[in-house]
């Protein structure tokens, strides 16, 4: 398997752009998350899907951030208006509902809003 | 609130030497510890994790101690490597309830392993 993927890898936008971070879990699994990492605040999930229905969405900063997961193979992060206190790095990670909690993070989105 | 305190927040080990990373929680209602290993411009990725029925879990050189009563586990890494220089995340989450898999995160420590 691939792996989760994630695209783009490196987004350099200015404040007031929309901004559509894109993922793709990896074939079989249940559950989705997004996470942001910077340096002041570590990792925080932002939401997790099961089974394409958002169960939690306590971390999303704002409603400049919505997440949406239209099917099994395919989620969008996206931040409208950015602004530069949204850089940072956006994981998606995938598990498998099977017993095991393992979380497989894609590579990651690095951000800049200029 | 942070439910899982990490320590510490950075590390310098010797080649060789041992590396002790350690996580305190409030939460009695974790059951799930893992720990995650992160290289640069990587996502984190599984390294060990452990469940309260046991109070060690080894897996080559990397050994997670727990303890319950104390609410504290901690990372040990054995004969340390340059190539263990990362971060580590530990983490934890509660009981295994319908469709909960919410992992409560420590801030992280990076480890630097000198040759």
């Known amino acids: ?114 | 609130q942070q439910q899982v305190k990490q320590s510490p927040q950075s590390l310098i080990v010797q080649k060789g030497g041992i590396s002790i990373i350690n996580c305190a929680y409030e939460n009695t209602a974790f059951d799930y510890f893992p720990w995650y290993q992160q290289f640069p411009g990587k996502g984190p990725a599984l390294l060990i994790a452990i469940r309260p029925d046991v109070s060690e879990k080894k897996e080559g050189r990397f050994t997670i101690s727990f303890n319950k009563s104390a609410k504290q586990f901690s990372l040990h890494i054995m004969d340390s490597q340059p190539g263990d220089s990362a971060t580590y995340f530990c983490a934890a989450s509660p009981v295994n309830a319908g469709n909960n898999r919410k992992l409560i995160w420590g801030l992280g420590t990076s480890l630097a392993v000198n040759p």
Not at chain 1, 10 to 27: A, D, F, N, Y
Not at chain 1, 51 to 71: C, Q, T
């Open chain 1, 1 to 114: 398997d691939a792996g989760v993927i994630q695209s783009p890898r490196h987004e350099v936008t200015e404040m007031g752009q929309e901004v559509t971070l894109r993922c793709k879990p990896i074939s079989g699994h249940d559950y989705l998350f997004w996470y942001r990492q910077t340096m002041m605040r570590g990792l925080e999930l932002l939401i997790y899907f099961n089974n394409n229905v958002p169960i939690d969405d306590s971390g999303m900063p704002e409603d400049r951030f919505s997440a949406k997961m239209p099917n099994a193979s395919f989620s969008t992060l996206k931040i409208q208006p950015s602004e530069p206190r949204d850089s940072a790095v956006y994981f998606c990670a995938s598990s498998y509902d099977g017993g095991e909690e393992t979380q497989y993070f894609g590579p990651g989105t690095r951000l800049l809003v200029l």
